[in-house]
């Protein structure tokens, strides 16, 4: 039976949150939250840390024990040129999936993703009509073009925003993809792509301060 592969890829070095991954979010080092979320929903068959540092490794071990398997990443694929399918690509190598398992990779910068978006996507997996799903929220603002043209309205006709559908796009939280497409594809979405819309917090993917600022914010609410 094919399995469902969690993956989580963090890394030491950061730029913009120095330490970020291991960094406590209201009181809990930051990765922890999605670790936390996808042992709840209790929906994956592994879960997957990729880390590149001895003391994430042992925080995790320390924490986790034998529910989170720990794999040691290359000091190529944990550079900031490194692309994911850089990690995924060794990960692969590393464990030898079945063609037809999913590994799903989840970012740590995303910590709200929640059990019922991870449900949605065991859903989609579980029809068998796609070969990559990518978690996507509903952005209701309307755009402009750089020589300053409205894109989806015209002046005179100006929809009301509760009347406006808005358009996807990726939150980052999580893609998931079936081994096969991988090892054939040098991207990490490919063949019949699936969306799992997600609710607005799963957008807020922590890069800079201010995104930790309003990420505390938001997890010191739901400690309560």
């Not at 799903?133 to 989806?152: E, G, H, N, T, Y």
């Amino acid at each position: 039976m094919p399995m469902n592969i969690a993956f989580i890829p963090i890394r030491k070095g950061s730029k913009g949150i120095p330490m970020k991954n291991m960094k406590p979010l209201a009181g809990k080092p930051l990765t922890f939250w999605i670790v936390d979320t996808l042992l709840s929903s209790n929906l994956m068959d592994e879960i997957w840390l990729a880390v590149d540092c001895n003391e994430y490794a042992k925080l995790a071990h320390n924490r986790y024990v034998d529910k989170v398997k720990i794999y040691v990443r290359s000091d190529e694929s944990a550079s900031d040129k490194a692309s994911v399918m850089t990690v995924l690509g060794e990960f692969m190598r590393y464990r030898k999936p079945h063609d037809n398992d999913w590994i799903c990779l989840f970012q740590a910068t995303s910590p709200f993703t929640s059990v019922m978006e991870i449900a949605k996507l065991v859903d989609l997996i579980n029809e068998e009509v796609y070969d990559s799903i990518v978690a996507c929220v509903r952005l209701k603002k309307f755009r402009w073009s750089d020589d300053w043209q409205p894109l989806d309205y015209d002046l005179k006709t100006k929809p009301r925003r509760q009347d406006f559908s808005g358009w996807l796009v990726e939150s980052g939280a999580f893609y998931a993809s079936r081994v096969s497409n991988l090892k054939q594809s040098p991207y990490i979405l490919s063949g019949k792509v699936g969306i799992v819309e997600t609710g607005g917090a799963s957008s807020i993917e922590i890069d800079e301060v201010y995104d930790w600022a309003m990420a505390e914010g938001l997890a010191n609410s739901l400690s309560r």
